[in-house]
Nanobody, 110 residues
Framework: QVQLVESGGGLVQPGGSLRLSCAAS????????MGWYRQAPGKQRELVAT??NYADSVKGRFTISRDNAKNTVYLQMNSLKPEDTAVYYC?????????WGQGTQVTVSS
């Protein structure tokens, strides 16, 4: 059993930055993969970043990182564009299933 809680979303202007956090609790030692996804209105959920792969649309702008002492994964988002507007979700994977956080809204607008 893994619980994930995202935070850090909000409203920013184009060109601005945000850092999203995903705090994991529960059976954290069972996790072998984590990543960030997003879902915009009217679109399917898409992968944004894993530790080894980024969506082409965010390469060079977004960076995934972690703090093992805090059991937390981060997504640093720079040079934000209106098309980045979406609900961002953290995902953790173990042997049995994938776990999702509740999501955090990111809105990029002037």
């Amino acid at each position: 059993q893994v619980q994930l809680v995202e935070s850090g979303g909000g409203l920013v202007q184009p060109g601005g930055s945000l850092r999203l956090s995903c705090a994991a609790s529960g059976s954290i030692f069972s996790i072998y993969a984590m990543g960030w996804y997003r879902q915009a209105p009217g679109k399917q959920r898409e992968l944004v970043a894993t530790y080894t792969n980024y969506a082409d649309s965010v390469k060079g702008r977004f960076t995934i990182s972690r703090d093992n002492a805090k059991n937390t994964v981060y997504l640093q988002m720079n040079s934000l564009k209106p098309e980045d507007t979406a609900v961002y979700y953290c995902k953790a994977r173990n042997e049995y299933k994938s776990y999702w956080g509740q999501g955090t809204q990111v809105t990029v607008s002037s």
